[in-house]
Each structure stands twice: as C-alpha cells, then as structure tokens.
Nanobody, 125 residues
Framework: QVHVTESGGGSVQPGGSLRLSCVVS????????IGWFRQSPGKQREGVAA????????YYADVLKGRFTISLENPEYTVYLQMNNLEPEDSAAYYC??????????????????WGQGTQVTVSS
C-alpha cells in the first residue's frame, strides 16, 4: 500500500517563499510520478508540478512562470516543491499524489492513484 504525506504549508506575504514536502511510502514502480496539485474554493483542482522516478523528468504548469521548482530524493521518495515569489493567487490547498504505472499525463489528476490529505498555503498581506 502506498501512503502520501504532505507538510510545509502555512501563511506568507506576497513575494515570499515556502517549501512543501511530500513523503511517499510503499511500493512505486520505476517511472511512476509524484506530483503536486492545488485547489482553491470554487475552482477545479489543477496540476502544479510533477517529477517522475527513474528519469527524474519534471513537468510544470505554464502559469507558474518558473517560480516553482520540484525535486525528488531517492530512495525515500521525498519530493519538495520550492515556491518562490508567491502571489495571492497561489493560495490553495496543495495536494501531493503518486501515479499508478499506467499514468498518461503528469499534470492531470486522473493519472494519480494515491493522494495525501493536503496542506494549506495562504498568501496574504
């Protein structure tokens, strides 16, 4: 069984930074991806960034404009999301998730089978 646990959320002023952490325990297959998604009230969940085991290939939502960086540490499957120059529009619940081996699109939530409980990020002055 795969378990996903996030941490690192909080409140920050616009322009500030936060680093989210995600620990995935259990069996993942080489090539599975671990991704971050976010959802704010009244909006659909959107893919933020993803990194895949084995290749360490990374994927980012275009809207982030280089402000976020995702990284993966093996073999513990710890994934970090470094978020810089945060904007109020980045406020959301952030979820970490892991795909199953049949994933097709790294930033689409239907590719992901295992989800964490989420961590809140609030950007406000």
């Amino acid at each position: 069984q795969v378990h996903v646990t996030e941490s690192g959320g909080g409140s920050v002023q616009p322009g500030g930074s936060l680093r989210l952490s995600c620990v995935v325990s259990g069996k993942l297959y080489n090539g599975d991806c671990i991704g971050w998604f976010r959802q704010s009230p009244g909006k659909q969940r959107e893919g933020v960034a993803a990194v895949c085991t084995g290749s360490h290939a990374t994927y980012y939502a275009d809207v982030l404009k280089g402000r976020f960086t995702i990284s993966l540490e093996n073999p513990e499957y710890t994934v970090y999301l470094q978020m810089n120059n945060l904007e109020p529009e980045d406020s959301a619940a952030y979820y970490c998730a892991a795909t199953d081996p049949l994933w097709t699109q790294a930033l689409v939530d239907t590719s992901y089978k295992y989800w964490g409980q989420g961590t809140q990020v609030t950007v406000s002055s």
